[in-house]
């Protein structure tokens, strides 16, 4: 078997995922219930409201995708950067869940480079405030400002209702 069952009843399936598979509820549910950083933030703080955040600090055309940027996490799961580099099969994987998720939302099929700036941007915001302190430079952070706002990690009901409020905002004229 190489299916799940996902929230809203459909067979998701990892050998071959299909647009028609993907069900915005279903990537609601599971980035709501997601926890960013392997869980080791010092709150719960859901992929859902970090997505929702990234919708919010790219302009109006790129906003549908950064709130979207992280869906394949509803199925895959949120691996830390580090391991996943170390996981080729699981990127593959990845990749194909994504093409079938930009694909069903009519997304670019490469992730543009301005929702790629909005992520480091709210990884630099979330290490300052949901992170532990730690003096350790990440590399991929040199250079880069935190947002000014300070992030306040919502439970997982709320994130998820704010992710749909946000999906509701962005595709009302469009779907």
């Given at each position: 078997?190489?299916?799940?069952?996902?929230?809203?009843?459909?067979?998701f399936?990892?050998?071959?995922?299909?647009?028609?598979?993907?069900?915005?509820?279903?990537?609601?549910?599971?980035l709501a219930?997601?926890?960013r950083?392997?869980?080791?933030?010092?709150?719960f703080?859901?992929?859902?409201?970090?997505?929702?955040?990234?919708?919010?600090?790219?302009?109006h055309?790129?906003?549908?995708?950064?709130?979207?940027?992280?869906?394949s996490e509803?199925?895959c799961?949120?691996?830390?950067?580090?391991?996943?580099?170390?996981l080729?099969d699981?990127?593959?994987?990845?990749?194909?869940?994504?093409?079938?998720i930009?694909?069903?939302?009519?997304?670019?099929?490469?992730?543009?480079q301005?929702v790629?700036?909005?992520d480091?941007?709210?990884?630099?915001?979330?290490?300052r405030?949901?992170?532990p302190?730690?003096?350790?430079?990440?590399?991929?952070?040199?250079?880069?400002?935190?947002?000014?706002?300070k992030?306040m990690?919502?439970?997982?009901?709320?994130?998820?209702?704010?992710?749909?409020?946000r999906?509701?905002?962005l595709t009302?004229?469009?779907?």
């Open positions: 078997m190489t299916w799940i069952l996902t929230n809203s009843g459909k067979h399936d990892y050998a071959d995922p299909q647009p028609d598979q993907i069900d915005i509820l279903d990537i609601a549910q599971g219930n997601e926890c950083y392997a869980g080791q933030c010092r709150v703080y859901s992929v859902a409201q970090h997505s929702t955040l990234a919708s919010q600090i790219v302009s055309e790129h906003a549908l995708e950064a709130l979207l940027h992280d869906a509803a199925y799961k949120d691996i830390p950067r580090p391991l996943k580099h170390m080729p699981y990127q593959a994987i990845e990749h194909r869940v994504e093409a079938a930009r694909e069903r939302f009519r997304l670019p099929a490469a992730m543009s301005q790629k700036w909005a480091v941007i709210l990884l630099a915001t979330e290490r405030d949901l992170m302190a730690d003096k350790t430079p990440w590399p991929v952070l040199e250079g880069v400002s935190p947002l000014e706002r992030i990690a919502a439970h997982a009901g709320r994130a998820q209702s704010l992710f749909l409020k999906w509701v905002e009302r004229d469009h779907h």
